[in-house]
């Protein structure tokens, strides 16, 4: 499976957006091509080289606007793939595409979020930051993106919001590829409405702030076999890779998630569910001042009469605080200290009343640590904003620290 996201083939293919990736064709027999806007592209084409170097068909992958790609679809296309329940419908619609309507599968949901520059200097915690006069908000009006602004505040059925939010939009980027350089190049733009998957390509120069669930709204994507492969096992055999437990495990690591099996899935609606990234290393005695917050937290919430057993609180550290997860020689070796870490005992005291404390992995890829360098119980998580994305889904509060 492909997993290094700096390669620069896989690279080039996300940044540009016109991905072209073949897989697997010096040896296969056949060969499938897909085609679909961005946004699904990425997890698609690593999926695409897992599933070749297995099955020995070679899938070319293109994406990018569909008006980029459309001609050659209508020519040689086997499957479709979209970012939007809407995208699949307009292009089942399509003749020219002969798309079989039967062979639509649904596959993950992603949640909007905001993209800030990092070290969040805005301050933005929540949809309504986006309304304060001066802030500079971009939104993408094409593919998966078209109307999200405005299905985020239409939840609000507040007009003077929508009025609020448009003032505040200096771009109205024509697709996403368009969207990913104004974002480096337009240092001004102060926040980016936009989909939690959209972190990864520019995660150097972005943070993760998730919506909370009032404003927070989800699309899913799928796949279609057109007509001239429907007899293909082979574009059967890629759907089902796709929706299997491993092709689930590359579109997490890309930021999408698994739908709830239920059509009303029973939420987080009773006891307190909360979630929250805790990065600055502010200390109050040496402990670390977020989790004296979190010791806080709990307490106040017994003394309300909340029993422990419906107190569920999630905390990821990341960046300046990872190392107060650490040992005691991890810890005394990282701060050139001599004395054990002194965020022990709070710890120890957190996870005995059941809250989660979870690490960044890029925080220890960084750092060289290992698990054996961590205290115990200490659980590690891949990507911050997917894993607090996961966590609104599942009906978490997320709180800004």
Same mark, same amino acid.
């Given at each position: 499976?492909?997993? =290094?996201?700096?390669?620069?083939?896989?690279?080039?293919?996300?940044?540009?957006?016109?991905?072209?990736?073949?897989?697997?064709?010096?040896?296969?027999?056949?060969?499938?091509?897909?085609?679909?806007?961005?946004?699904?592209?990425?997890?698609?084409?690593?999926?695409?080289?897992?599933?070749?170097?297995?099955? &020995?068909?070679?899938?070319?992958?293109?994406?990018?606007?569909?008006?980029?790609?459309?001609?050659?679809?209508?020519?040689?296309?086997?499957?479709?793939?979209?970012?939007?329940?809407?995208?699949?419908?307009?292009?089942?619609?399509?003749?020219?595409?002969?798309?079989?309507?039967?062979?639509?599968?649904?596959?993950?949901?992603?949640?909007?979020?905001?993209?800030?520059?990092?070290?969040?200097?805005?301050?933005?915690?929540?949809?309504?930051?986006?309304?304060?006069?001066?802030?500079?908000?971009?939104?993408?009006?094409?593919?998966?993106?078209?109307?999200?602004?405005? &299905?985020?505040?239409? =939840?609000?059925?507040?007009?003077?919001?929508?009025?609020?939010?448009?003032?505040?939009?200096?771009?109205?980027?024509?697709?996403?590829?368009?969207?990913?350089?104004?974002?480096?190049? /337009?240092?001004?733009?102060?926040?980016?409405?936009?989909?939690?998957?959209?972190?990864?390509? /520019?995660?150097?120069?972005?943070?993760?702030?998730?919506?909370?669930?009032?404003?927070?709204?989800?699309?899913?994507?799928?796949?279609?076999?057109?007509? /001239?492969?429907?007899?293909?096992?082979?574009?059967?055999?890629?759907?089902?890779?796709?929706?299997?437990?491993?092709?689930?495990?590359?579109?997490?690591?890309?930021?999408?998630?698994?739908?709830? %099996?239920?059509?009303?899935?029973?939420?987080?609606?009773?006891?307190?569910?909360?979630?929250?990234?805790?990065?600055?290393?502010?200390?109050?005695?040496?402990?670390?001042?977020?989790?004296? /917050?979190?010791?806080?937290?709990?307490?106040?919430?017994?003394?309300?009469?909340? %029993?422990?057993?419906?107190?569920?609180?999630?905390?990821?550290?990341?960046?300046?605080?990872?190392?107060?997860?650490?040992?005691?020689?991890?810890?005394?070796?990282?701060?050139?200290?001599?004395?054990?870490?002194?965020?022990?005992?709070?710890?120890? =005291?957190?996870?005995?009343?059941?809250?989660?404390?979870?690490?960044?992995?890029?925080?220890?890829?960084?750092?060289?640590?290992?698990?054996?360098?961590?205290?115990?119980?200490?659980?590690?998580?891949?990507?911050?904003?997917?894993?607090?994305?996961?966590?609104?889904?599942?009906?978490?509060?997320?709180? %800004?620290?």
């Amino acid at each position: 499976m492909l997993t =290094k996201r700096d390669e620069l083939g896989v690279v080039i293919a996300v940044l540009l957006g016109v991905g072209v990736l073949s897989a697997g064709t010096a040896i296969a027999q056949e060969s499938l091509h897909l085609y679909g806007p961005l946004g699904t592209n990425m997890a698609i084409e690593e999926a695409a080289v897992a599933y070749s170097s297995r099955s &020995n068909v070679g899938l070319e992958v293109v994406s990018g606007p569909t008006a980029d790609w459309l001609d050659r679809a209508v020519q040689d296309g086997d499957l479709i793939f979209c970012t939007g329940d809407f995208i699949m419908s307009d292009f089942a619609r399509k003749d020219e595409l002969a798309i079989d309507d039967t062979s639509l599968t649904a596959l993950y949901v992603r949640p909007s979020v905001m993209l800030v520059r990092p070290g969040n200097p805005k301050d933005v915690r929540d949809f309504p930051d986006l309304l304060r006069p001066g802030m500079k908000v971009m939104m993408v009006n094409a593919s998966g993106q078209t109307g999200l602004w405005e &299905n985020i505040t239409g =939840k609000l059925q507040s007009l003077p919001t929508l009025v609020a939010l448009e003032k505040n939009i200096v771009l109205c980027a024509a697709d996403s590829e368009e969207a990913l350089r104004a974002w480096k190049e /337009r240092t001004d733009i102060d926040a980016w409405i936009a989909w939690n998957v959209w972190h990864i390509p /520019r995660r150097d120069l972005a943070e993760v702030v998730p919506m909370s669930k009032d404003y927070r709204i989800y699309r899913r994507c799928s796949i279609a076999v057109a007509d /001239r492969a429907r007899s293909n096992p082979a574009a059967g055999g890629f759907v089902r890779y796709l929706a299997s437990a491993e092709g689930a495990e590359i579109f997490e690591s890309w930021g999408w998630m698994q739908p709830p %099996p239920d059509a009303n899935p029973a939420l987080a609606d009773n006891g307190v569910y909360l979630a929250c990234r805790i990065a600055q290393d502010a200390q109050v005695n040496e402990v670390g001042r977020g989790l004296k /917050r979190l010791e806080r937290l709990v307490k106040d919430y017994r003394s309300l009469g909340v %029993p422990d057993s419906e107190i569920h609180i999630c905390a990821v550290f990341d960046a300046d605080a990872g190392y107060w997860m650490l040992g005691d020689a991890a810890y005394a070796a990282y701060t050139k200290k001599s004395s054990g870490n002194p965020n022990r005992t709070v710890i120890e =005291k957190l996870l005995a009343k059941g809250v989660e404390l979870e690490l960044s992995a890029e925080i220890m890829k960084k750092n060289g640590w290992t698990q054996s360098d961590l205290l115990p119980d200490i659980d590690v998580v891949p990507e911050v904003g997917v894993r607090l994305a996961k966590l609104g889904s599942q009906g978490y509060d997320v709180l %800004p620290f």
